[in-house]
């Protein structure tokens, strides 16, 4: 199994642009924390535990870009950076997460090398705990994989999706080390082609067998016999519904209709049991991810387009949620 | 409305190029059965009654291009183009439908004169019936839409899948031509993007209002009370299933689940009560539809692919078929 990071520090902020893939694995440094709003805006970095982890770090970059001497300077200067980080892309609960918990490591300390230095510490934390929570929530979900399992995701959650190992390719990933035989059915994940370009790449590079098929696909799979669990990662879990890529909800309702297993598997830092699914707004994106593909035009000019990145599972259609700190079965909620 | 034609005779066969657009309009002369064979193949002319059309002409062009004067040879070379013609797309009965059609019209003739004019009137009046079946199946259909409607349509099953006027699209049209208001959501119809390339080219050079979607959005609009109707066309209904373009049937469990009627609109010609699903082998398209969004590589070298070209919806998730004989109810089938 691949061990390598997302995203790390290394003299400064690097992450692998994601966009580059499955052609190239182009790691690149974040000169500042603007490039590192673009990173996330334009998807180079993603993945709800990534964007944790990218969070976390951009406060560790803007504390180690600034110039001044002052803490409190620098202090304000560290919640601009936040707000702006969190503002890049709203509906991901854990980049929020993520910056704030570094801004709070960092907030009590009194000198200017201090800050950077807790910031830092605090950031390399969240990374390093989003391997140890990925690969504890793999070992809880592998048990609910058997022997020769045809498997069936969507998007991303995987290790790019990560610091590393992944929410439901580690749940796959760990089943494999624990000797089963999963075969993984990888939806491509329209608008953005995530699991063309992200789930199969990982999938190969750990020789884990995988099929790549178009979303409209998961339906007739199901129904010829050849699904025995579908396994998602969340973006954000409220205390009604499951938030992720969009269509995921599709395969929820699929799933139930052909009485097949529907599980997500996130970290309790996706966990956001203060808001119901009516108070998230769903960011919409640009009408050109769909009406070009790969810088050619396919769609008339002028047509009206909906983009939403997110759509929104109940929790009824969850069979069960698989976290770090167990498998929970709605109602059933983690204790967070 | 436009009435224009999308396969026609003008002293040769000739075609729109549909894979050119919305980008160009491009009519083709078929200068060999082995060229509309390549179209066929290539989907520059695709869609069920369309391919009946392109079958039925297609003998007429093998008619036209003989130089036998003898009306045995002219035969036999016509039933070498027929099965040709046949195999380049074996799941749409239409294709069929069309070649046999014409074919039995040219068989009984005398000389090789008339074997061409008799092939040519056959192949002209199966496409002047398309057109006129289609207006009729299109009256039926709109009965079923209300003032207001919001519908959902996957692919294309619009005039462009015809010779005219369209099926879905057809039904859609007539409701718009009896005054009602139709808001169009078509699905962009992964992997080959029929929706975003044709149906809404076809729908805003109609001036109907509509909106481009990916497929895996289907499930969260109707949850959001978006969608009012389902219609899309058919490639072969059997006794037990409607066979179309994949994806089709996971808009059918999307609609039963939340309760919204689904419309399958296709003429008799689609209609092959002599097989069951069980029978019908689905053909399987090239892995590189999947592998590469125009030309780029999305995907990793070597990756597996499943790319079927249909699914089948078992009949019990139809709410009606809409036929130029009327709207048949399941398990009410229309007399063919």
Redesign the interface.
Known sequence: MCESRTIWWDGGLWLIDQTKL??ELIPIKMSSVRQLIEAIQSLRVRGAPALGAAGAYGIALAADLSRTSNPFDMIAELETAAEMIKDSRPTAVNLSWGVDRVLRAASSRESTEEIREAALREAEEVAEEDIRINKSLGKNGAKLLDDGDCVLTHCNAGRLACVGWGTALGVIRSAVQAGKRIHV?A?????L?QG??LT??EL?QDDI?????????????M?KGRIDKVIVGADRITKDAVFNK??T??HA??A??HKIPFYVAAPLSTFDQRHEEADIIVEERDPEE???????????????????AF??TPLDLVTALITEKGVFRPPLMPPV
Chains 1, 2 share one sequence.
């Open positions: 499955p052609g059915y939806c491509e994940t329209r608008p082609n063309s370009r199969a790449w190969i067998p995988v099929t790549l098929i178009c979303d409209n696909m998961s339906g007739s799979l129904r969009i269509g909800y599709n309702v699929l139930r209709y769909i009406c070009s593909l790969a810088g050619k035009r396919v769609a008339p000019e002028g047509v009206d387009v909906y983009n939403p759509d929104a």
